[in-house]
C-alpha cells in the first residue's frame, strides 16, 4: 500500500508543482499588471486613465520598415485617429532605438505621423531567443519555443488588455491567453508552417526546406514527419486560441484557414493536452489588404497612352521574364505590323532590380533570347532604375505585363492598375483572385497562361475603341485605389471584431 502512494505521490507531484508554480506565476502577473498599467498611463500624461484599454502589438522588429511594419503603423495610426480610449504598446526587441528615433523613422520611411501620447513601447531583451542563427537545428522549433519565452518577458513587463500579433508568432498565443488572461488576436502575413508543406514531407519530395539528403532516407524522413506532425498539430491549436485572425491576402487565407480546420486523430488521442485543446474561436480568417500607397499613381493621365508593354519585376527566375520576350515574340510575329515603324509600333520595356551575379547572368541570357528570337530591337531592358524613371514608365505605358507564376500577391500589378495601365497577368495566385478582378461585373485587365493566349491579351488591348480604351484604364484605377485604400483596411479592421473582443 505504502509503495503505492508514495508511486502515486511521485506521480502527481510533478503536475501538482507545475500547476501551483503556474497559478503563482498568474497571480504575481496579475498583481504587477495594475501598477505597470498605472506607471505607463502616468508616463503618458493620460487624461481619464481608467477608461483607457491598453492594445498590445506584438512585432519584435518593429523597426525593420519592410512592408509588415507598414501594416502595424498603419494599423496604429488608424486607431490613434478612431479610438481615443486606447493606448497602443509595442513590444518591440530593438533595444538600441528610442521610442523617438522609432517615431521619427517611421515617417520618413512610410509617412506615417504617430502620436506619441496614446503610444507605448516596451523594450525585450530576449529577442535573440526567435532569431534563426540562434538555433540551426530544428529551427521552426526553436524560435516557436523562443518566441514564447520572448511573449512572457513582454507578459511580465506589461499586460495588456488585448494582444494582436502582427509578425506570425502563433506560438506566443498560449502563454498570452493562459498564463497572461489576455485575449488574442493577430494580422497574419504568412503561415509557419503550411498543409502543403506537411504533405510535401509526407510525399518525401525534396524541396527548400526538405534537403535531398533527408528525402533519400525513409527513417529519417519519418522523423521528419513526425516532427512536422507534431509541429502542425500544436500550431493548430495555437492559432486556434485566437479570438480573431485576419491575413493580408486570399492565399495566405487559404492557408490559415487549412491550417485551423487541420485534424491529426493520432496525435490528438495520444496527447492529453489534445483534450484541452480550445474549440476554435475564429474559424476562418478575415482578408484585410494591407494599404498600398497610390496617391502619386492615380493622378497619372489616362489618355494618350504610348504603345508599350511594360514589366516592373526583379531579374529573380521565379518572375519568369523569358516568358514575356516569347509571348511579345508571339504578338509580333501573329500581327507583323506591330514590329514595323510607325504609328502601330509596339514596344516591349523590362525594369527591374538586378541583385547580383545571378540577376546579371539571368539578363544576359535575356538578351540572347530576345536576340535568338529577332525581337532584340523592339525590346529595352532597364535595370536598376530610379523611383522617378518607374514613375515616368508607368504615366506612359499602355499594358503592365506579369508572368510569374502562383505570385501571392503583386504589388507591381496594383501600381499598374493605380496608374492606369492595363494589367495582363498570369491567370494565377494574387493578380487571378486578389488583383485583376471584375469590378462593377466589368472586367479590369486580362489573366493569360501561354505565349498564344498572352499575344491575344495583348492584341485585345493594342484594338480598344479609345471610349473602351479609357473606361478600362478607369476601372482598374478605381478598383485598385478603392481596394487597397486605407479606408477598406480601416474598414477590415473594423469588421475584425477587435472592439467586441476588447470589450467582451
Ligand atoms: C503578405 O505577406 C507576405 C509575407 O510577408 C508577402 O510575401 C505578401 O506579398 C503579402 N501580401 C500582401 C497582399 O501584401
Ligand atoms: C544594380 O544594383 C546592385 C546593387 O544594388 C549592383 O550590385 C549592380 O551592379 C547594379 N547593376 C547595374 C547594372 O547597375
Ligand atoms: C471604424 O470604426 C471607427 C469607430 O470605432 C469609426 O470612427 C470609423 O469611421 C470606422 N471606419 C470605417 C472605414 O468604417
Redesign the pocket.
Known sequence: MAIVSLGGLLYLLPPLCCGLFFALRVIQLHVAKHNRRKAVLDELKATDPERKRLIGFFHPYCNAG???ER?LWTAIAMLQRSEPDVVNVVYTGDIDVTKAQIIERVKARFDIELAPSSLHFVFLHSRYLVEDTTWRRFTLLGQSIGSMYLAWEAMSKLVPDLYIDTMGYAFTFPVVRWLALTKVGAYV??PTISTDMLERVRSRRAWHTNSGAIASSAVLSKAKLLYYRMFMFYYTGCLRTASFLM???S??KNHVDAVLQHTDPLLSSLHILGLLLPASAARTARIV??PCDTRDLATFPLEGRERVIFSLAQFRPEKDHPAQLRAFHRVLADHPEYAKPGPLQVRLVMMGGSRNAEDAARIDALRELARELGIEEHVEIIINASYPQMLNWLSRASIGLSTMVDE????NVVEFMAAGVIPVTHASG?PLN?IVVPFNGSPTGFHATSPETFAEAFHKVLTLSPEEEVNLRSRARTWAVQR?SEEEFEKGWNESGWQQTLRG
Open positions: 519592410g512592408g509588415g501594416v502575413h504568412y491575413v493580408n491576402s492565399w495566405t489588404y494591407p501571392h500577391f503583386g504589388i494574387g486578389d487597397f
